[in-house]
Nanobody, 123 residues
């Protein structure tokens, strides 16, 4: 069992930065691939990035590649999403998720989810 709690969301102007954190409880964090998704009103949940258990492999959606960076600290049971050069279209609720089974790109691949944190980017 993995329980996830996101934090770090808020309001920022376009071009600004935010760092999201996702704290995991339980002893299995280091055996799970971790990911970030987001969901804007009226839209489907969108994959943003995942990171494998030892941080060697990461994968990003084209919409955030070069602007967002996913990282993890297994000693702290935490995964991060550094978001730079934010745009108004990045406005959404951001979720972290965990899984042990791939292929890691779809919401249905993940069986543990946080409650989400709101990110609002104004122009």
């Amino acid at each position: 069992q993995v329980q996830l709690v996101e934090s770090g969301g808020g309001s920022v102007q376009a071009g600004g930065s935010l760092r999201l954190s996702c704290a995991a409880s339980g002893r299995d964090f280091s055996t799970h691939v971790m990911a970030w998704f987001r969901q804007a009103p009226g839209k489907e949940r969108e994959f943003l990035a995942f990171i494998n258990i030892n941080s060697i492999n990461t994968n990003y959606a084209d919409s955030v590649k070069g602007r967002f960076t996913i990282s993890r600290d297994n000693a702290k049971n935490t995964v991060y999403l550094q978001m730079n050069s934010l745009k108004p279209e990045d406005t959404a609720v951001y979720y972290c998720a965990a899984t042990q089974i791939g292929p890691f790109l779809r919401p249905s691949d993940y069986n543990y989810w946080g409650q989400g944190t709101q990110v609002t980017v104004s122009s």
